[in-house]
C-alpha cells in the first residue's frame, strides 16, 4: 500500500461512451499526477497538479480531462476515446511539487481496455 | 529530442546471481535520475541520483549516476526470485515539469 489509490481497478468501455477515473491520496502530498502505461511504451506522463493547478499537459487529447477538486483527490475524465487508448492509467501523488525533485508515489492504477 | 534508453529490455538469471541493469539518456537540463520497480501495477521509488560518482545504497541494491557519461547503472547482488519486476528508469529536467522514462529492464529471477 502507497497510500495512493486508484478506482476503477478495471473498466471496459465502447467509444462513445462517458466514464471517469478516480485517484485518492492519503499522504498529505501537494502534487498529483497522471501517466499512461502502454505495453512495450515508456511510461507516458499526461498531467501535472501542483496545488490544485493544472501545470503541465503534456500534449493530451482534449478527449481526456482532469480534474483536481482539492489536493488529495485527482479525476480522469474519458470521453469518445479510440481503441489505442486501451491502457494502464497510472496516478502518483508528491510531497513537493517539481518531478524531478521528488520521489512519486503510484497508485496500483486502472486497466482501461476501449472497444 | 530527450531520450531514456535502457538495457538490457529483458533478463533472467538464476537466483544469487548478481544483475547489472544500464540506463543511458539524452536530456536537456538534467536535474535527476530516478530509479522504480514495478512488480504488479504501481511502480515503488528506489533511488534518486542527482551527483556523479555518488553510490546509493539499499540493502542488495545499489545505483551510480555517470553525468559526463550520461548513463546510470542499478546492481542487484545475491538476487532473490522476490527481485522479478519491470525496473523503470527516468529522467527529470531543470525548469519545466519534465520526466522522461525509458521502456524498463523486465527481471526474472529463476529459483
Known amino acids: 500500500e502507497t497510500g495512493v489509490t486508484q478506482t476503477p481497478r478495471h473498466l471496459v468501455m465502447g467509444m462513445t461512451n462517458k466514464k471517469s477515473l478516480k485517484c485518492e491520496q492519503h499522504?498529505?502530498?501537494?502534487?498529483m499526477y497522471w501517466y499512461k502505461q502502454s505495453a512495450k511504451k515508456p511510461l507516458e506522463l499526461m498531467f501535472v497538479?501542483?496545488?490544485?493547478?493544472?501545470?503541465e499537459n503534456n500534449s493530451v487529447p482534449s478527449r481526456f480531462s482532469p480534474e483536481c477538486p482539492n489536493s488529495s483527490h485527482l479525476f480522469l475524465h474519458l470521453h469518445t476515446l479510440q481503441p489505442e487508448d486501451s491502457a494502464l492509467y497510472l496516478c502518483?501523488?508528491?510531497?513537493?511539487?517539481?518531478?524531478?525533485?521528488?520521489?512519486?508515489?503510484f497508485g496500483p492504477g486502472t486497466r482501461l481496455t476501449v472497444l | 529530442e530527450d531520450k531514456v534508453v535502457q538495457s538490457p529490455l529483458s533478463l533472467v538469471v538464476h537466483e544469487g546471481d548478481t544483475v547489472t541493469l544500464n540506463c543511458s539518456y539524452e536530456?536537456?537540463?538534467?536535474?535527476?535520475l530516478l530509479w522504480y520497480k514495478q512488480e504488479k501495477k504501481a511502480p515503488t521509488f528506489l533511488f534518486m541520483l542527482?551527483?556523479?560518482?555518488i553510490e546509493k545504497k539499499s540493502g542488495r541494491l545499489s545505483s551510480i549516476l555517470d553525468k559526463k557519461e550520461l548513463f546510470s547503472i542499478l546492481n542487484i547482488t545475491a538476487t532473490q526470485t522476490g527481485d522479478s519486476a519491470i525496473y523503470l528508469c527516468?529522467?527529470?529536467?531543470?525548469?519545466?515539469?519534465?520526466?522522461?522514462f525509458g521502456k524498463g529492464t523486465r527481471l526474472h529471477i529463476l529459483p
Open positions: 502518483a501523488s508528491s510531497h513537493g511539487t517539481g518531478l524531478a525533485d521528488n520521489e512519486q508515489f
Open positions: 499522504l498529505g502530498h501537494n502534487a
Open positions: 497538479y501542483n496545488f490544485k493547478e493544472q501545470t
Open positions: 536530456v536537456t537540463n538534467f536535474r535527476s
Open positions: 542527482t551527483s556523479s560518482g
Open positions: 527516468a529522467v527529470g529536467g531543470w525548469g519545466d515539469d519534465k520526466i522522461i
